[in-house]
């Protein structure tokens, strides 16, 4: 009777993989979206020129990591022009911010919204769609938070490693968080990159065998000084090789990406103690204890280079009741609606 049900189980979720894949494929990008957001990038790389001769800007989350859905906002940071010595001459980023905004308004289309005096100074820009570029724009430009350009070359690193399963498992978390708005860290619940961070955690340090290695733990080929591996004080070592990688990690593990997805539910909504851990990537066993000065927060997922940076700081005691409760909905729809999965997939992101 056991291996009866094993061999049930094992088709509702090689059917449930195949109806993820089903259902994103529709909602990827398309090569026109990423060919008109790759000119969007370049005029606008010029007009940075102008202000900062040499200027760079480079696009960072999910244009850049292997993550994007179709009308993704884009991310891009500006890295400003180099002195004839190579080094970052000073600049002020509300200044660049003031200057930059108001070349875009004079010379594009876009509407431009400067925000120079936040936290993090930015310049929102947005064009709505229109016949010949059927494509909404919506994109904040910074300026050099070289850590984010790097924590995305490690998400693209990790993508790159089983494209498969971490790809569709995230692409899918992204889908069904945006469309149950459990994605939104101005209302107290977590953004697309901390929810890319527990799919994470979840193939390197939870699931044995892993799916994925630990990219921060592999040591490098050849010694590395500290100047490669510091940037602004943090460490931001990992292993990069990937084409090494995709020939000589061979995961043990064999489960579909249906499989994951429901124990990923199960886990999160259930086995995780959230009162007394800290997901951070980086460790050997993926986990830190909160101690009560740093980490205090509802939710603790520490940033892979960033020590003691909580990325899920935006998550509300309400927020992680939410988000919990849908886990819960969620690895209940999945497990128990195996008669039709398609109908239980589109009710589950309704
Ligand atoms: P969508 O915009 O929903 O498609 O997802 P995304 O993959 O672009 O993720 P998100 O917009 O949440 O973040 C974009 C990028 O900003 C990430 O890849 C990171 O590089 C950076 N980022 C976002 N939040 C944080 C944060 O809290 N800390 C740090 N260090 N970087 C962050
Ligand atoms: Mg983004």
């Given at each position: ?19 993820i ?10 090569e ?22 040499g ?32 080094s ?11 200057e ?13 919204m400067?925000?120079p005096?936040?936290r ?12 010949e ?7 904040d ?25 971490l ?19 101005y ?40 100047e ?7 460490n931001?070592?990992?292993y ?40 951070s ?22 940033d892979?280079?960033?020590?003691g ?32 999965v398609?109908?239980a997939?589109?009710e589950?992101?309704?």
């Amino acid at each position: 009777a056991a291996a009866t049900q094993n061999l049930s189980y094992e088709r509702h979720t090689a059917e449930l993989t195949n109806c993820i894949i089903a259902f994103l494929s529709p909602i990827l990008p398309t090569e026109e979206e990423y060919r008109i957001k790759e000119a969007t990038r370049r005029q606008l790389e010029r007009l940075a020129g102008k202000v900062s001769p040499g200027a760079k800007l480079l696009a960072f989350g999910s244009m850049a990591n292997g993550f994007a859905l179709r009308n993704s906002d884009m991310d891009l940071c500006c890295l400003i022009g180099k002195a004839a010595d190579g080094s970052t001459p000073p600049f002020s980023a509300s200044a660049l911010v003031e200057e930059l905004g108001q070349l875009i308004r004079e010379e594009t289309d876009f509407n431009v919204m400067p925000l120079p005096k936040a936290r993090i100074p930015i310049i929102k820009i947005s064009r709505p769609p229109t016949a010949e570029l059927p494509y909404e724009i919506s994109c904040d430009i910074g300026f050099e938070n070289r850590l984010a350009l790097e924590n995305t070359r490690l998400l693209l690193s990790y993508a790159m490693v089983d494209p498969p399963r971490l790809r569709t498992l995230v692409l899918f978390l992204k889908v069904w968080t945006k469309r149950r708005k459990l994605n939104s860290p101005y209302t107290g619940t977590l953004s697309s990159y901390g929810y890319t961070l527990l799919a994470l955690f979840f193939l390197t340090h939870v699931k044995r065998p892993a799916v994925l290695p630990n990219l921060q733990r592999i040591p490098p080929a050849r010694t590395l000084s500290q100047e490669e591996v510091l940037l602004n004080g943090h460490n931001i070592y990992f292993y990069d090789d990937v084409a090494t990688l995709r020939q000589e990690w061979a995961s043990q593990n064999t489960e579909n990406v249906g499989e994951l997805l429901i124990d990923f539910f199960r886990y999160f909504s259930k086995e995780f103690t959230y009162s007394r851990d800290v997901i951070s990537l980086r460790t050997e066993g993926g986990l830190m204890s909160k101690d009560n000065e740093t980490w205090t927060a509802e939710l603790c997922i520490e940033d892979p280079f960033q020590l003691g940076y909580n990325v899920s700081r935006t998550v509300t005691k309400d927020g992680l009741y939410t988000i919990r409760g849908e886990f819960m909905r969620a690895a209940r729809i999945l497990t128990s609606k195996a008669d039709h999965v398609a109908r239980a997939l589109a009710e589950l992101c309704e």
